[in-house]
Each structure stands twice: as C-alpha cells, then as structure tokens.
C-alpha cells in the first residue's frame, strides 16, 4: 500500500512571505500532479511533473519533482490572498488512478 | 464548455433516508470518477467508469453505495439507506483518457445525514 504523506497540514502567513509545502511518498511515481482547492469548489489542476529532477514554475509557485520520483515540493514566492487554499498532490503509479493526499491548508494573510 | 455539473449542490436528509447525487461529465470525456472528501480522510476516490462501464469499485465503503452510469453524459451515486458518517462532499471528476491526464471536478454536492 502506498504511503502518501503531505506536510505541513495547515499553514498561515502574512501576505509576502515565502512558503514550500511537500508531498512524500515511499513508492516511485510515473508522475505527479498538483491541483488546489478553494473553498466550496473542486480541485483545479495547477501542473503535472513527470521527469524525476524537473522543476516548473508557474508565475510565483515553483514545482520540483525529487529526483527519485518520490517526492515533491511546491515552492511559493510572495504569497498573496488569492493563494489561499487547500493544495493537494496526486501521483500516479503504472496506469493506476490518481491518488490523492489529504493536502496542504494554506491561508495567507493581508 | 460548463465543466463538470453536479446537482443538488447540498442535500440534507434524515438517516435511513435514499440519496441520489447526479452528474454530467464534460462533453467528449471518456473517465468518470466519484470522490468523497472529508477533513478526516482527505479526498477518497470510490468508483470510476471509462466508456460507460466501472472499472474499479473498490473504493466504494459498503454496499449501501451504488454507482450507475446509463449513458457517456450522466452518471448517479446512490446511498441507500444513508447514515450519518456518509455525511461530507461528493464531488464528481471526468477526463479524457487516464495516464496522467488532468482531471475536472464538478463543484461538488456537500450532503449531511442527521
């Protein structure tokens, strides 16, 4: 069974500071997504990575693939109150569905 | 496109009470997953279709869940009788194929058993 794990749980800062939230794992993943939730909406499919090492960036936030395809990090620069969410990783394994992790609840302050 | 659509958005029913939330895919998708979410379990997968048919039950709690899909543009999840642990938000997703394609979630239905 995998073991999905996302920290930290909650997360709140003033506007500006810089946050990375992580998703680790004890399986090798084919890829992973990251999407973020905001309140009273569905998940929204913010990037997916495949290639172990590859990084992306999306405006302020920076995605990283660990090198072992374990694990991840998303990296947030100057956070702002449009940020505000819960963010979750998915990866996948083979042809498997996603699996999701229980997220990252972030809150940014103004 | 409108995106996924859920309905009802809420639902407040009385245990031992049947619940039916409904759900039309995007257009053109052939995968359809049910999801519930709670703060405990975070977001669980129950079921999902490809082309009309499931594939995977097995995340489905108890036989108290069925899950139907008549046609490529509207899919049912039935609790029946419903108790109050199945409270929590349902949300329905599609895609166009699986790998590591992205996935549209409906807004959800956040149902609660009293």
């Known amino acids: 069974t995998q073991l999905l794990e996302q920290s930290p749980q909650f997360l709140s800062i003033q506007e500006g500071e810089n946050l990375t939230v992580y998703c680790n794992s004890s399986s090798v993943f084919s890829s992973l997504q990251w999407y973020r939730q905001e309140p009273g909406e569905g998940p929204v499919l913010l990037v997916t990575?495949?290639?172990?090492?590859e990084v992306k960036k999306l405006k302020r936030l920076t995605f990283q693939f660990g090198d072992a395809r374990k694990d991840s990090s998303l990296h947030i620069t100057a956070a702002q109150p449009g940020d505000t969410g819960l963010y979750l990783c998915a990866p996948r394994s083979g042809n498997t569905p996603l699996v999701f992790g229980k997220g990252t609840r972030l809150s940014v302050i103004a | 496109d409108a995106g996924v659509i859920q309905s009802p958005r809420h639902e407040v029913t009385e245990m031992g009470q049947e619940v039916t939330l409904r759900c039309k895919p995007i257009?053109?998708?052939?995968?359809l997953f049910w999801y519930r979410q709670t703060m405990m379990r975070g977001l669980e997968l129950l079921i999902y279709f490809n082309n009309n048919v499931p594939i995977d039950d097995s995340g489905m709690p108890e036989d108290r869940f069925s899950a139907k899909m008549p046609n490529a543009s509207f899919s049912t999840l039935k609790i029946q009788p419903s108790e109050p642990r199945d409270s929590a938000v349902y949300f329905c997703a599609s895609s166009l194929g699986q790998g590591g394609n992205e996935q549209f979630f409906g807004p959800g239905t956040r149902l609660t058993v009293l």
């Open positions: 990575v495949v290639t172990g090492g």
């Open positions: 257009s053109g998708h052939d995968y």
